[in-house]
């Protein structure tokens, strides 16, 4: 049974760059089916997709994301992670990491999700 | 790359069915066989329902089913439960190995 855990701040400063790390276990995160994603929900809304990542590196982001946004692998740990840089209030949000079957988004695993807040 | 359009919210009462729509463009949900469901309940993890428009993973009821008419997907529901009773949200991959959601519908079971 695949596995998957947020780490990292719960609070971060304006301008400053969240950071967090998705811990994979019970599968290896090399299985080249498979790419894996980040997905955050606004505190009350929907969710959106942030962007995903093959084992390989290949990363594909949200547009609206895509300049504040990096998604890395590290494939020794069997985790991946997420950067968000020049954060602001309105990127408080739950954050979710999620497994993506290669080739058609849909998110099979999904992990706890960790809720992280943007204030001073 | 726009949300994708969901009605705010559905109700029903135990044993009826019900519908929710998910309306995109010619440029996702039209274009490709790729919409998925996913349930949440309050504080929860969303949970997979549907992918590939009627698919259902192991495990879930298939009370639950999908479909597809040009733009438009839909998420059925039949025999309504009090645990039916959640968030809702459709997903289609949009071209360029992107995806996008919808802004999600509460489903109310009275």
């Known amino acids: 049974q695949v596995q998957l855990q947020e780490s990292g701040p719960g609070l971060v400063k304006p301008s400053q760059t969240l950071s967090l790390t998705c811990t994979v276990s019970?599968?290896?995160?090399?299985?080249?089916?498979?790419?894996w994603s980040w997905i955050r929900q606004h505190p009350g809304k929907g969710l959106e997709w942030i962007g995903y990542i093959y084992y390989s590196g290949t990363t594909y982001y949200n547009p609206s994301l895509k300049s504040r946004v990096t998604i890395s692998v590290d494939t020794s740990k069997n985790q991946f992670s997420l950067k968000l840089s020049s954060v602001t209030a309105a990127d408080t949000a739950v954050y979710y990491c999620a497994r993506v079957l290669g080739g058609d988004p849909y998110f099979d695993y999904w992990g706890q999700g960790t809720l992280v807040t943007v204030s001073s | 790359q726009s949300a994708l359009t969901q009605p705010a919210s559905v109700s029903g009462s135990p044993g009826q069915s019900i519908t929710i729509s998910c309306t995109g463009t010619?440029?996702?949900?039209?274009?490709?066989?790729?919409v998925s469901w996913y349930q949440q309940h309050p504080g929860k993890v969303p949970k997979l329902m549907i992918y590939?428009?009627?698919k259902r993973p192991s495990g879930v009821s298939n009370r639950f089913s999908g479909s597809k008419s040009g733009n438009t997907a839909s998420l059925t529901i039949s025999g309504l439960q009090a645990e039916d009773e959640a968030d809702y949200y459709c997903?289609?991959?949009?071209?360029?190995?992107?995806?996008?959601f919808g802004g999600g519908t509460q489903l109310t079971v009275f």
């Open positions: 997903c289609s991959y949009a071209g360029s190995s992107y995806a996008v």
């Open positions: 590939e428009v009627s």
């Open positions: 019970g599968g290896s995160i090399s299985s080249g089916a498979y790419y």
């Open positions: 010619s440029s996702d949900v039209g274009s490709y066989n790729l």
